[in-house]
């Protein structure tokens, strides 16, 4: 009960990313051999875990401009 409880809780924002990528992925904006699924619930995971660092002194500036870092880096990747 309480899994349902939490996958009715986080599904809305995940369905969300899903939206993105997919579309994404649609007009060739995005290109990757992993499936759509595994791309989204790769970036939720990382964005939502990300949040524990309020809880590490981060103020809301540096906040903020870790989760632009992080999705600069999940689109570009840190490749040479």
Known sequence: MVKEKL??????????????????I???EFVSNKTVEDISHILYSTLTGMSITQFLGYDEEKFYLLYQNAIEIFLNGIEK
Request: net charge negative; glycine share 4%; charged share 25%.
């Open 7 to 24: 996958i009715h809780l986080v599904q809305p924002e995940y369905d969300v990313f899903y939206e993105i990528i997919n579309e994404g």
């Open 26 to 28: 649609r007009n060739q």
